[in-house]
Structures are given as structure tokens and as C-alpha cells.
Nanobody
Framework: QVQLVESGGGLVQAGDSLRLSCAAS????????LGWFRQAPGKEQEFVAA???????YYADSVKGRFTISRDNAKSTVYLQMNGLKPEDTAVYSC????????????????????WGQGTQVTVSS
């Protein structure tokens, strides 16, 4: 079972950048599809970005062109580079993993991911 630990959150101003990291345990990281989700206060959790085992990426429209998801299999880490942050990006960001050794698909529903990190807070002030 993979365990995920996020880091990199914080308080920034609008327009700033942050890079979130999610480190995974285990030696089969390359066989996991990965995703980032976020949940703002009083709102439902929403999909942010996903990356397949082959490195194909998919983004929510709200972050497309501003956020970049990437993975480093040698470090068992997935990243979320966030540029041009807006106050509406304020949320708890969580990474998720799904064992997917035979499929290069991206997964955009939280229900498709059985493994989750604890989340990291990102606050963007105006």
C-alpha cells in the first residue's frame, strides 16, 4: 500500500507561485496514476490535475495554463507547480494515487483513487 505525504503549501499573494510536492512510499511508484484535488471551505472537493503512468497530463479548466503536474519516478514524487495564483485557488490540496500498471489513462474522479495524502493548505491573499 502506498502512503502519500504532501508539502509545499503556504500563504502567498495573488500572482505568486508555489510548488506542491507529494512523496510516496513504496518501490512501485511508476505504476501509479496520480492526481491532485482541492477542497475550499464550504465547497466540495474538486479535481485539479492528473498524470498517467506514461506522463500524460490532464487539467481542470480552472487551472489550465497556470498549473503544471509532473512526476519524478526516481524520487517517488509528484509535483504541482502553481503559477499566477488567484484568491479562488485557496484550498486544501491533496494528492491521490491509483495503481494502474496496465492503463495509461488519467483519472479525474476522486472515487477512482484509493490512496490519499493528508493535504496541505494553500492560501492566496488578494
Amino acid at each position: 500500500q502506498v502512503q502519500l505525504v504532501e508539502s509545499g503549501g503556504g500563504l502567498v499573494q495573488a500572482g505568486d507561485s508555489l510548488r506542491l510536492s507529494c512523496a510516496a512510499s513504496g518501490r512501485t511508484f511508476s505504476t501509479y496514476a496520480l492526481g491532485w484535488f482541492r477542497q475550499a471551505p464550504g465547497k466540495e472537493q474538486e479535481f485539479v490535475a492528473a498524470i498517467s503512468i506514461l506522463g500524460d497530463t490532464y487539467y481542470a479548466d480552472s487551472v489550465k495554463g497556470r498549473f503544471t503536474i509532473s512526476r519524478d519516478n526516481a524520487k517517488s514524487t509528484v509535483y504541482l507547480q502553481m503559477n499566477g495564483l488567484k484568491p479562488e485557488d485557496t484550498a486544501v490540496y491533496s494528492c491521490a494515487a491509483r495503481w494502474s500498471p496496465f492503463s495509461a489513462a488519467n483519472f479525474v474522479s476522486s472515487a477512482q483513487y484509493p490512496h490519499w495524502g493528508q493535504g496541505t493548505q494553500v492560501t492566496v491573499s488578494s
